[in-house]
Every structure is written in C-alpha cells, then in structure tokens.
C-alpha cells in the first residue's frame, strides 16, 4: 500500500540537551546544567505548541536533531514524531539538507523553525503554511537580526548560501536574495530568540503564564489519554504525568499525546511533589486522572489566585453518576468548601510555585496529604473555590454505595483528627471491606 505524502511538513531544529554544550552562550548566567536544563525546557514548549497546531492542521513533523541519538530523543520527547540526524556543516548546510530531504518527501510546503523562540505559537505557525498558499517563501524575523522561521513552497538552495549565520545581517541578506531570484515574500511579525543572559526576562515572562498540570498516575492508561487529549487544547498547559509504577500502558500513552512523564515511587504525595520539582509554571495544578478540569480552567484559576488574600484555590464538584444520592454529597462538599475553605485533592487544587514551596509541598503521608496541605494552606490565607465544577469519577460511590463511601470518608477524617497513624488510615481505607 503506498501511502501519500502530507502537503504541509514542519521541520524542528532541535539540540540534545547536554550539559556544556547546550545553550552555550547562556552558560556563564545560568551554568552549564543550567542552560541545558532551559534548553530542554524550551524544547518542550515548541513542542507543545506544535502538537496544538496538529490539532488546526494536518502536519508531518519532523525533529532535525543535533547531538544524542534518535533513540535518546525518542525517549526524551516521545515517538510521535520522525526523527533525522542534522548533517555535517554550517547552519545553512544543516537547513537545505532537511528542506531539500522534506521536499524529496512529497512535501508541498515545508516551514522550518528551531526552539528558542517561545513567542512562536501554533496560529503562528499555522499562519505560515496559510501565506505558503499564495507565496514563495515566509519569513519569520527575529529581533537580533536573524529569524525564527522560514518556509517555502519550493526549494530554493540559493536562500542559504553566502548569509553571514549568527549575525544580524541574516534576515536582510535573505530578504536581498529572495528579491533577486524572484520569490514572493510574506513576513509574520518580529519576535524575539533566547540567545544571551540580556533575553531570560522573556523567559520568565512567559513562564509565569504557563501553568503546570501535575497528574499523579499508576495504571491509568485509558483514563490519563481522556485527560491529556483535553490539555492538548491549551497552549499555556505542561502537563506532566509523574507515574507510580504502571504496568499497563500509561506511560506510553503519555509521551504519545505530549506530557512530560516522570517515574516516581508510588504513593500520591512523592507522586505530586517530584511532578512540582520539575515543573516550569510559576502556577501548579494538581489533577486526578480520573478527573476532568472545566473548559475555561486556566482563566479561572489565573483570576481566582489574583483575588486580594487568595493563596490557593480548587474547583466546585461534580460527580460523573446518575445516583440520585450523590447530589447530597455534591451540595456538602459545596458546604464544606465555601464555609471551611477546605476542598480536597478531587477538585484539582492550584497554587503558586512559590506557595507551594514555602509550605513544604504535600505532606509524604500515604493519605489525607491534600487535606494537611489545605490546613497548612490557611495558615498563609484564603483558599477560595472557582466558579466552575470540575467532573470526577463516580466509580467509587456506584461501587461501594453513596452513603458507605461517604461514611468511610468521613470515619477516615475523624481517624486523622485524633491521632491515628496515617499508615494505619490507608490500610483501613484501602481494605477490601471498604
């Protein structure tokens, strides 16, 4: 069976993160291991801005890789992509090979784009491939005098012999070249690369609008691709998926759909706190994977943290169950909640990164964790509950009975209260008679 080349293909020019030779002109701000950690950092930005652009578009991606092994970057960033070593030479070498290698492909447009550009997002993107439509060649200008992008609906090896790289004469001289072959050009707007110490603000702008999803897993393969499918909408989200243990497919299904993926003891709290260490957003969001987040949830919970005296906030909830009895339990958790400032880990809590490190992270108990970190939570100031239900599972209630769980939940609370080793809880809780 032949099967037929996709028209659009986007080529990511990408660098195994290695310490001392990633980001090598960051090193004296940021240390060698610093700036290969930003480096993968912002990999995985691209990248998750790429995946959103699948979702607008039918595009074959292709990782251009430099360093490390197709192997290393398969395991890194996960198998959806091809995956090509960049070729010997100058930059211009590297980019008319794989322009050239995408057209041998089948392809009708190719734009090319490398990962230090976070302000490069997906309808940027897709507003490249559109101007391929009607132009010869789309350029994306950076500020420093290079650019960010370039696409082409042809190749044209003469776009990449006699540009001076790394100088801010590299967009002009394109420009100069284009114009005399003739090509028609069309430019996206200016935007600015990471390069050297003086652009990390950029950086840290960007990272306090990007809000971490944490969700902690063991054995949620059909569970976490729901959850996942849905982040993919919000360009904004890391998801990262900190796995206990899994034996079934959890782990693969992760990577496939883009989340950043984590191997952790099990046990919910190590579970979320190491999620929490690796996390880039200035803002956290814990997440069950049985539980589904509201479609607006990243402006409400950016506006529920901005309220005067808010240091935390959750979700109202709902259950996923037709049982009548569960809208009794809906209405006490909206009681307990609003009146107590005391939701729990099911309405996906969220709080600044630096908020969850003054307290500590989630206590490492083996239950009731999110309960401890609420109480320590207000201490510092109100926990306030968004405007908007997030939808759990309601297989427990349907399994074990609405006013049984109910019951055990509370009995488990009570057992906290008085003292009763959290150890101990968990058994009782976990119990088959339970």
Not at 34 to 46: E, I, K, P
Not at 143 to 151: A, R
Not at 311 to 333: C, H, K, N, Y
Request: charged share 20%.
């Amino acid at each position: 069976m032949t099967v037929s080349p996709v028209a659009d293909q986007l080529l990511v020019f990408a660098r195994w993160p290695e310490a001392g030779r990633a980001k090598t002109r960051l090193i004296p701000a940021l240390g060698a291991e610093g700036a290969a950690q930003l480096q993968r950092q912002m990999t995985q930005h691209t990248l998750a801005q790429v995946r959103f652009l699948q979702t607008l578009r039918s595009v074959l991606v292709t990782i251009v890789f430099a360093g490390g092994s197709a192997p290393q970057m398969q395991q890194w960033l996960g198998e959806p992509w091809d995956y090509q070593p960049q070729c010997e030479g100058g930059l211009g070498d590297r980019l008319a090979f794989a322009i050239q290698a995408a057209f041998a492909r089948g392809a009708e447009r190719v734009v090319t784009i490398g990962t230090d550009c976070p302000q490069l997002d997906a309808a940027l993107l897709d507003q490249a491939f559109l101007h391929l439509q009607a132009h010869d060649l789309v350029l994306g200008p950076a500020t420093d005098g290079g650019y960010y992008l370039i696409g082409l609906r042809r190749f044209r090896p003469e776009l990449f012999v006699g540009i001076d790289w790394s100088t801010e004469r590299v967009f002009a001289q394109t420009v100069a070249i284009a114009q005399s072959l003739p090509c028609t050009i069309a430019t996206l707007p200016p935007l600015s690369d990471i390069d050297r110490p003086t652009d990390l603000p950029l950086w840290e702008r960007l990272c306090q609008q990007k809000l971490s999803v944490i969700i902690p897993v063991l054995n949620e393969a059909t569970t976490i691709a729901k959850r996942l499918s849905e982040l993919q909408h919000h360009p904004t989200v890391e998801a990262i998926v900190v796995d206990g243990g899994s034996q079934d497919d959890t782990v693969e299904v992760s990577r496939r759909l883009g989340a950043i993926v984590v191997d952790s003891p099990p046990g919910r709290a190590q579970q979320m706190n190491r999620g929490a260490a690796i996390a880039q957003g200035h803002t956290l969001l814990f997440l069950h994977a049985d539980t589904q987040l509201p479609e607006n949830f990243v402006t409400l919970v950016h506006h529920t943290l901005e309220q005067p005296g808010v240091v935390a906030g959750a979700f109202e909830l709902q259950i996923d169950s037709t049982l009548p009895a569960v809208r009794w339990v809906e209405a006490g958790v909206k009681w307990r909640s609003h009146l107590l400032h005391l939701p729990y880990g099911d309405q996906a809590i969220f709080l600044r990164a630096a908020t969850f490190r003054q307290v500590g992270g989630f206590p490492e108990l083996p239950i009731m964790e999110d309960f401890a970190l609420v109480r320590r939570l207000r201490t510092l100031g109100r926990v306030a509950i968004a405007p908007a239900a997030v939808l759990t599972s309601g297989r427990r209630w349907e399994k074990l009975g609405v006013w049984r769980t109910t019951l055990i939940n509370q009995a488990i609370i009570l057992g906290y209260f008085l003292g009763i080793p959290p150890e101990q809880l968990a058994r009782w809780y976990r119990a088959p008679r339970f």
